[in-house]
């Protein structure tokens, strides 16, 4: 077997991030860029256009025919034309969490729009999961909408929430009400990081339901965009705590890339998998 | 898969109009291509049929235009329709008799029911009380059994059919109409499997939403005109420059008779599937070719083409009982990686042939998936997810 290098790109409803990474003979995967971008009202294609040559160059390929497999995941229509295949969001965190974490057997990928809880075995086959439904409360755009009401950044918010020393309750149901909530605290002047600690509690809340419901075992690894903020960790502990066997909650500098990294390296598989069945150029003219 | 060059007017658009405007007509509920085609001449007429039979050359031979009802979409409110069912069965008898309550079916002279099921043989009743003008027609294909008994007993309904709608129209009955109208079909069976060969081949080439689009407007077109229209679609459609990506090569079943809407024909492709084949819009130039010989009598011809010759299927009776082992064996010869059954909620004859399909599935070790949709389905979400990683379990823990 020979190396094989591919990419993964992960569009997401906020922001797109792809990966280029190495699958060596022996199956170990090594990740030579990783990049992401917010889609800000652009077009997505045109900032797909513009990160992916990015990655390409980061992990130094010359162009997008040296890879052998491109692999979209998430929305991955924007890819089409780009893509050599698409892999379902849920299949390609499994793997990706594996890969930065391979004592995990949860993955809990929290993005913009959905979190879901998904249980593996050591090969990242997918043995079960549970995801939210269609409302946004517990998911980034919302902690996103809350930082930009009360003025704080994005990368700011896990901070200041453990900072403080007690959460002001929030309703745990709609997105809607705990943003009304969030307004009338602040003209109650309640200070920033109890808020936040109050938002992060409730997210927690909800997470916490959704791996009990995934039957989620073993340590979890947090990815998608919510992964890097440490209050939401810190609640999701406490929360979790609460149980006998609660697991141990961790996430990795790169949990946000989780989805890119895990469809690239099932391209790999994919290509490896068609290229002993039949020389892929030849049966149906795949990259 | 060969195809002859652009012919119709049709074919002097971009592929991209020809697809907008036959969305269009898709979702337009006013038949206008019905409508314009029975303007052109005072004498024309139109009748519509149930799924999923529809005897079109006799039809066409009487100066009729065989016109497929499949319910009523995902862009029609039923209100009346609701009034006449009970809420345990498929959205197909409501949204068809919204339709008809509505005036959108204003255009057809006649509707003929075929014993698909219950509900559209109760369908047939209800249809005739409410529009006792105009001709109404339950037909009954003969399932099994003394197969000469069936033929005779098929050819002497065609007759009846044919002289009654020839009464609508004001034509003589005559042999010579309807050769001419079973080589017509023949063409237009002949583009439907140059349609289907195309997607068995280069799938990436030929979208199923653009495939079924194209179906669902020979249910309103006359025969060679609509043949020409798949002609200068395949013509169009395979000159694109569409890379092949790496998708699952999957089957539809159960989607036969109450349609699902085209959102959820994409929702599967882009879920990282090529829908191959499927059984979308059965009694569409499916059929064997009647034989046209001038020698034989055209309406035994047509007969014993029903008998011999009808696609097997869920509302066909299975003598053998080997329909599982065949949808198998399909789906190896068509190299297909899965197959995927969507049936419409309550669908009896779907639903009921489901679990000895699956049970031969599973012995042959072919992998399928099930899920249920409504006609007015209007979220996609799940059925893409459960797509989406049907095909990613074929593609990586599988034998694709």
Not at chain 1, 150 to 171: C, F, K, T, Y
Request: charged share 25%; glycine share 8%.
């Amino acid at each position: 077997m020979h190396r094989l290098t591919t990419a993964g790109i992960d569009i997401g409803s906020s922001a797109i991030k792809v990966a280029v990474v190495d699958e060596e003979a022996d199956g170990q995967i090594t990740v030579r860029s990783a990049v992401s971008e917010r889609i800000r009202r652009r077009a997505p294609a045109q900032v797909l256009g513009l990160i992916f040559e990015r990655a390409l160059a980061e992990a130094r390929v010359g162009a997008a025919a040296d890879l052998a497999y491109i692999a979209s995941t998430g929305e991955g229509d924007v890819a089409q034309g780009l893509r050599t295949g698409h892999f379902y969001g849920m299949t390609s965190h499994a793997r990706g969490g594996l890969i930065l974490e391979p004592r995990a057997r949860t993955v809990l990928d929290v993005g913009a729009l959905y979190a879901r809880a998904i249980q593996v075995d050591e090969h990242a086959k997918v043995l079960s999961y549970r995801m939210t439904s269609q409302c946004a409360a517990g998911t980034g755009q919302f902690v996103e909408n809350i930082a930009r009401y009360l003025g704080v950044r994005l990368d700011e918010v896990g901070d200041i929430s453990n900072a403080a020393q007690r959460a002001e309750p929030v309703s745990g149901i709609c997105a809607v009400l705990a943003e009304t909530d969030v307004i009338n605290m602040v003209s109650r002047g309640i200070a920033t990081g109890e808020i936040l600690r109050g938002i992060h509690e409730s997210i927690a809340q909800q997470l916490a339901k959704l791996l009990r419901a995934a039957r989620g075992k073993g340590p979890v690894l947090m990815t998608g965009g919510l992964a890097a903020d440490a209050g939401l960790r810190a609640a999701l502990t406490r929360r979790l705590g609460e149980d006998d066997k609660a697991p141990e909650i961790l996430s990795h500098p790169r949990s946000l890339y989780a989805g890119a990294i895990g469809a690239a390296a099932w391209g790999a598989f994919r290509h490896r998998k068609l290229e002993r069945a039949a020389p892929i150029d030849q049966e149906a003219g795949l990259a | 898969m060969t195809a002859t060059p652009p012919t119709t007017a049709e074919a002097a658009r971009p592929l991209t109009t020809l697809l907008a405007d036959l969305e269009a007509s898709h979702r337009s509920l006013g038949m206008e291509r019905v409508r314009s085609w029975k303007a052109a001449a005072p004498e024309r007429r139109a009748i519509g049929c149930l799924p999923v039979f529809a005897p079109r050359e006799v039809l066409w031979a009487a100066g009729a235009l065989p016109v497929f009802i499949r319910g009523g979409g995902d862009q029609l409110e039923t209100i009346r329709g609701d009034a006449y069912y009970q809420s345990y069965i498929c959205r197909l008898p409501r949204s068809t008799l919204e339709l008809g309550l509505g005036g959108w079916l204003d255009a057809l002279d006649g509707m003929i029911f075929p014993n698909t099921c219950d509900v559209i043989r109760n369908l047939s009743g209800v249809w005739s009380s409410l529009f006792p003008a105009k001709l109404t027609r339950f037909l009954d294909p003969p399932q099994a059994g003394d197969q000469a008994a069936g033929i005779r007993f098929w050819r002497s309904e065609l007759s009846a059919l044919y002289r009654d709608v020839c009464a609508l129209s004001g034509r003589e009955p005559a042999p010579e109409a309807l050769r001419a109208a079973i080589l017509a079909y023949h063409q237009a069976r002949r583009a439907a499997r140059r349609l289907e060969a195309a997607r068995i081949e280069t799938p990436w080439r030929f979208p199923v939403d653009e495939t079924y689009l194209l179906r669902r407007a020979g249910d309103v077109m006359p025969p060679l005109e609509w043949a020409r229209l798949v002609d200068d679609y395949l013509v169009a459609a395979g000159a694109r420059t569409v890379r092949p990506e790496d998708r699952i090569r999957v089957l539809v079943q159960g989607a036969f008779c109450e349609q699902p809407p085209l959102g959820l024909l994409r929702a599967l492709e882009r879920a990282g599937c090529y829908v191959i084949a499927d059984d979308l819009t059965l009694g569409h130039l499916d059929s064997d070719d009647p034989d046209p010989d001038p020698g034989l009598d055209p309406l035994q011809a047509l007969a014993e083409a029903e008998m011999v010759g009808r696609t097997a299927s869920a509302v066909r009776y299975d003598a053998q009982g080997d329909r599982g082992r065949c949808l198998a064996a399909e789906a190896k010869r068509l190299h297909a990686d899965g197959i995927i059954f969507a049936a419409p909620s309550f669908c009896d004859p779907a639903l009921l042939d489901q679990p000895r399909l699956t049970k031969a599935l599973g012995d042959a070790q072919v992998p399928y998936t099930a899920f249920k949709y409504a006609e007015n389905t209007g979220q996609f979400q799940s059925i893409r997810e459960q797509a989406g990683t049907f095909a990613d379990s074929v593609k990586l823990w599988g034998h694709a």
